[in-house]
Each structure stands twice: as structure tokens, then as C-alpha cells.
């Protein structure tokens, strides 16, 4: 059965370690048929959230906010797997990210929960020059257990500081074996 898969890429590098991680990822889910959509967030204006509570998730854009989310929130609402993908940064997920997770909890506010549960999985994919990578770890765990998602797995690639320091890397094989792997 093919499923509809959002990779939201949170590193400012285009062609980084974590895009290349990415574009694996991709790869192998659309050779098992699914359908990818990925957004690289550097390149989008979406803005902090404002902890307004106004948002209304049933509607088309749930945050009083307009910019690139807008782009966003319908492929998430729809999507059956979200992938994070993130440079390692001060042990957690980059700021681009982060911003758009927070983003999302527009779908959990007003009339209708867009967000939790539905079947949905998450993965998370990340590149960094260290290894420390338990509190990104333990944060994604709490997002999967909070967000009532099957936690799919993560591919960690360390080692990985200038660009395109991950080629030929395992890491890339194992992002291509998940993407191939979801069912």
C-alpha cells in the first residue's frame, strides 16, 4: 500500500549532510512506491509561533499566521508519515525545524485534532560532527509518545561536519533501507 510521506528538512544547507540523508531516505520510499513530498524549510518564510491559541485546525490554514506554512499544514493533515530531518545543533534539532514543529500545534487547537494519532508515524533523521545525540533523541521520543505516532526509527550520522563529509557513509545506505522499509 503506498503511503503519503512529508520529509520536513530542517538544515540550511541544501546540499549538506543532512539533505543528503534525506534525499536517501526519499529514494528508497519511492522505490517502494510511496509518494514524498519534501519541504526544506531554510528556503521558506514561516515565522515563530506566537502562542495566540487562535488557530482552528479544520480549517485549510489553522494558524492566524500566513506565510509558508500554509504550504505545510495540508500535506501533514494528509500525510501518513512524517520524517524530521535536522542537523545536530547545541544537541537538539535546528531552529528552522523546531519552528515549524511548533508551528503544527496549530492543528491541535479549536474544532477538530488534525494532528495526533491517525494512524501517523514519524522518523528522524539526523547529521552532526559529534555523536551526542540523546537529547534529540529524547526529545523526539517525547513528540512521538505526545503525538500518539509509531516511532519508525532514526538514522544518527556522526562524523559529519563540511559538506558532503557523509558520502559513502552507511548512514546513507540505512536512510535508503528506511525509506524502502515502511509499509
Known amino acids: 500500500?503506498?503511503?503519503?510521506i512529508v520529509i520536513l528538512n530542517g538544515s540550511p544547507r541544501?546540499?549538506?549532510?543532512?539533505?543528503?540523508?534525506?534525499?536517501?531516505?526519499?529514494?528508497?520510499?519511492?522505490?517502494?512506491?510511496?509518494?514524498?513530498?519534501?519541504?526544506?524549510?531554510?528556503?521558506?518564510?514561516i515565522h515563530g509561533c506566537r502562542g495566540c491559541f487562535g488557530g482552528h485546525?479544520?480549517?485549510?490554514?489553522?494558524?492566524?499566521?500566513?506565510?509558508?506554512?500554509?504550504r505545510i499544514y495540508p500535506k501533514?493533515?494528509?500525510?501518513?508519515?512524517?520524517v524530521l530531518a535536522s542537523p545536530l545543533y547545541y544537541w537538539s534539532l535546528s531552529a528552522q525545524l523546531k519552528t515549524v514543529i511548533d508551528r503544527l500545534f496549530a492543528l491541535e487547537e479549536g474544532d477538530g485534532q488534525k494532528l495526533r494519532g491517525n494512524g501517523r508515524a514519524?522518523?528522524?533523521?539526523m547529521a552532526a560532527a559529534g555523536k551526542e545525540f540523546e537529547d534529540a533523541l529524547t526529545y523526539f521520543s517525547h513528540l512521538m509518545d505526545h503525538l500518539q505516532?509509531?516511532?519508525?526509527?532514526?538514522?544518527?550520522?556522526?562524523?559529519?561536519?563540511a559538506a558532503g563529509d557523509i558520502a559513502?557513509?552507511?548512514?546513507?545506505?540505512?536512510?535508503?533501507d528506511l525509506g524502502a522499509s515502511i509499509r
Open 57 to 70: 485546525s479544520s480549517q485549510d490554514c489553522p494558524c492566524v499566521q500566513k506565510d509558508d506554512m500554509a
Open 76 to 82: 501533514v493533515k494528509e500525510a501518513d508519515v512524517i
Open 1 to 4: 500500500m503506498s503511503r503519503k
Open 168 to 176: 559513502g557513509k552507511s548512514e546513507l545506505q540505512k536512510a535508503y
Open 122 to 125: 514519524g522518523i528522524l533523521l
Open 14 to 45: 541544501r546540499n549538506g549532510n543532512t539533505s543528503a540523508l534525506s534525499a536517501s531516505f526519499a529514494q528508497g520510499a519511492r522505490s517502494a512506491g510511496h509518494e514524498v513530498t519534501e519541504f526544506f524549510v531554510q528556503d521558506m518564510n
Open 149 to 161: 505516532w509509531k516511532n519508525l526509527g532514526a538514522v544518527l550520522a556522526s562524523g559529519n561536519l
